[in-house]
C-alpha cells in the first residue's frame, strides 16, 4: 500500500507564497516521475509542473518563472515553491506519480488527497 500526503496549503494574499511537500509512505523500491496538479471549481485538473526522477522539469506556461518543482529521493518527497501567487492559482492542488517500482513488480496512477490553496486579491 502506497499514500501520497501532501501538506502545506494554506490562504496567502496576492503576490505571496506557498510551499507544498508531498511524502510517499509505503515499501517500494523506487517512484518515477512525480508531478503537480490542480484543479479549480468548475474546471479540469491540469498539470502544473512535473520533475524526473532524475530531475527533468516542465512546468505549464501559466506557472513558469514564479512555480519550482524539486524532489529528494532519499525522503520520497516532492516538492512545489509558489512564489508571486495569482488569485487564479486558487485550486486544490494534487500530488501524483505514474509509475511505482515494487519488489514484485509496478504499479501505476498514484494521487494524493489533495490540498487547498486559495490566493486572495
Known amino acids: 500500500q502506497v499514500q501520497l500526503v501532501e501538506s502545506g496549503g494554506g490562504l496567502v494574499q496576492a503576490g505571496g507564497s506557498l510551499r507544498l511537500s508531498c511524502a510517499a509512505s509505503?515499501?517500494?523500491?523506487?517512484?518515477?516521475?512525480m508531478g503537480w496538479y490542480r484543479q479549480a471549481p468548475g474546471k479540469q485538473r491540469e498539470l502544473v509542473a512535473g520533475i524526473t526522477n532524475s530531475g527533468s522539469t516542465n512546468y505549464a506556461d501559466s506557472v513558469k518563472g514564479r512555480f519550482t518543482i524539486s524532489r529528494d529521493n532519499a525522503r520520497n518527497t516532492v516538492y512545489l515553491q509558489m512564489n508571486s501567487l495569482k488569485p487564479e492559482d486558487t485550486a486544490v492542488y494534487y500530488c501524483?506519480?505514474?509509475?511505482?517500482?515494487?519488489?514484485?513488480?509496478?504499479?501505476?496512477?498514484?494521487w494524493g488527497q489533495g490540498t487547498q490553496v486559495t490566493v486572495s486579491s
Open positions: 501524483h506519480t505514474d509509475e511505482i517500482l515494487f519488489a514484485y513488480g509496478r504499479g501505476y496512477d498514484y
Open positions: 509505503g515499501t517500494f523500491l523506487r517512484i518515477n516521475a
